[in-house]
């Protein structure tokens, strides 16, 4: 079974500064994890994810988040936060390969960043 | 477009009633699923289909919802006797891979009266 946490559903930050979204996973598998982005009006699309190899993942605007195995930690960061990157994000696990992989995806219940001039 | 379409944007019924939801996944995704997300909630997991089969229909919460995609490419969600606690917006998302990387449409916002 798998499940995450992500701390703060409501984060505020300057434009400039560094963002910051926590997440937490619980998994009795290796885990593939995600960041799931919702920008106003518009789908969820995918931020970046870790499946295996190397613990810190790029993905996209400049994203990236390092998988802490014993953290059990999946924090997005942004070293320098845009007014264009106020939207909600969401964390998700799914059991690895060792577990049968698949995309049959656990949500957190979602971070909404809000960017201040 | 090239991306998921999900009809209707917005739909509003009363309780009892019968609803369909229409998911029109990306060309050549095989795989389809179906998820929900309740106000201030992540999206649940609902249903699964590979090809016109439901290969995981776990996440269904009851009976009264029900799933098909009977050529393997739209997908209709039905909910009979809808109740309040269904209100919720239901995701439809298609992929080509096993590794978590879903292509979400913009939802179907289901409110029930």
């Known amino acids: 079974a798998q499940s995450v946490t992500q701390l703060g559903s409501h984060v505020s930050v300057s434009e400039g500064a560094l963002v910051l979204l926590r997440c937490n996973y619980s998994?009795?598998?290796?885990?593939?994890l995600f960041w799931y982005v919702q920008y106003p009006n518009q789908g969820l699309q995918l931020l970046l994810k870790?499946?295996?190899?190397?613990?810190l993942v790029k993905g996209i605007n400049g994203f990236e988040a390092e998988f802490k195995k014993s953290e059990t930690s999946f924090h997005l960061t942004k070293p320098s936060a845009h007014m264009s990157d106020a939207a909600e994000y969401f964390c998700?696990?799914?059991?690895?390969?060792?577990?049968?992989?698949?995309?049959?995806?656990?949500f957190g219940t979602g971070t909404q960043l809000k960017v201040e001039l | 477009g090239a991306g998921v379409s999900q009809t209707p944007s917005n739909k509003v019924t009363e309780k009892g009633k019968y609803v369909e939801l229409r998911c029109d996944p990306i060309s050549g995704h095989t795989a389809l699923y179906w998820y929900r997300q309740s106000l201030g909630q992540g999206p649940e997991f609902l249903i699964y289909f590979q090809g016109t089969g439901a290969a995981d229909d776990s996440g269904l919460p009851n009976d009264r919802f029900f799933a098909v995609r009977p050529e393997g490419s739209v997908s209709t969600l039905k909910i009979q006797r809808t109740e309040r606690g269904d209100s919720a917006v239901y995701l439809c998302?298609?992929?080509?891979?096993?590794?978590?990387?879903?292509?979400f449409g913009e939802g179907s916002r289901l409110t029930v009266l």
């Open positions: 870790y499946t295996t190899g190397a613990t």
């Open positions: 998700a696990v799914t059991p690895g390969s060792l577990g049968g992989g698949g995309n049959k995806l656990t």
């Open positions: 998994s009795s598998v290796p885990p593939y």
């Open positions: 998302a298609s992929s080509t891979t096993n590794t978590g990387e879903l292509f």
